[in-house]
């Protein structure tokens, strides 16, 4: 992770000479313009110096940006080869199971290998709606409400963001039957 430098300021006060005054020495005259000429290279330079450093961060921001887009579109493909492995049939060839484990372990490795890691919630924790998706909420008195019962499916995220939530049942306190029928 880079540390944001700051901005060079390019606010240097012109030191333009007064229009009425003009100098009589010339001397004076060439330092004057020397002054000027300096405040405008140092201006030019931080200006270029900030210029760099956007065009930087822009570039970084794109390649992470078009990383993060394969990614996410081969986390399908790696869900569908795991339940692909774990519905192998016994009686399958051997050579067939590990050339589909093998396809597998490559996609995970080039997943790794991009920073792409992936979680699952455990039960009991608290939902989070930044990592996680509530596919459906149940009534219990288990748990508290608001508290993850059990993850569908795991959430896929990189360094600086989550590709795919977590898909998870969230608790929710049970209705009171009691209330509802006596009325």
């Known amino acids: ?29 060439l330092e004057q313009e020397r002054d000027q000429l300096k405040a405008i290279a140092q201006r030019t330079q931080a200006d270029f110096l900030n210029y760099k450093r956007r065009t930087d961060q822009e570039r970084g921001m794109l390649v992470r940006n078009a990383s993060s887009h394969v990614l996410s579109r081969l986390i399908p493909i790696q869900d569908d080869l795991e ?27 080039i997943g790794e290998a991009e920073g792409l890691t992936k979680y699952e919630p455990t039960p009991g924790d608290i939902f989070n709606p930044a990592e996680q998706e509530a596919l459906y909420y149940q009534p219990t008195t288990d748990q508290f409400p608001g508290a993850v019962l ?5 959430g896929y995220r990189t360094a600086d963001r989550v590709l795919r939530p977590a898909q998870v049942v969230v608790a929710k306190a049970p209705e009171d039957n009691a209330e509802t029928s006596g009325n």
């Open 1 to 29: 992770m880079t540390t944001q430098e700051p901005e060079i300021s390019s606010e240097i006060p012109d030191e333009a000479p007064d229009k009425t005054e003009e100098p009589t020495d010339p001397m004076t005259a």
């Open 150 to 154: 059990s993850v569908i499916s795991p």
């Open 83 to 109: 339940r692909a492995v774990g519905a192998l049939p016994e009686n399958a060839p051997d050579s067939w199971k590990d050339g589909i484990k093998m396809v597998l372990q490559n996609l995970q490795a």
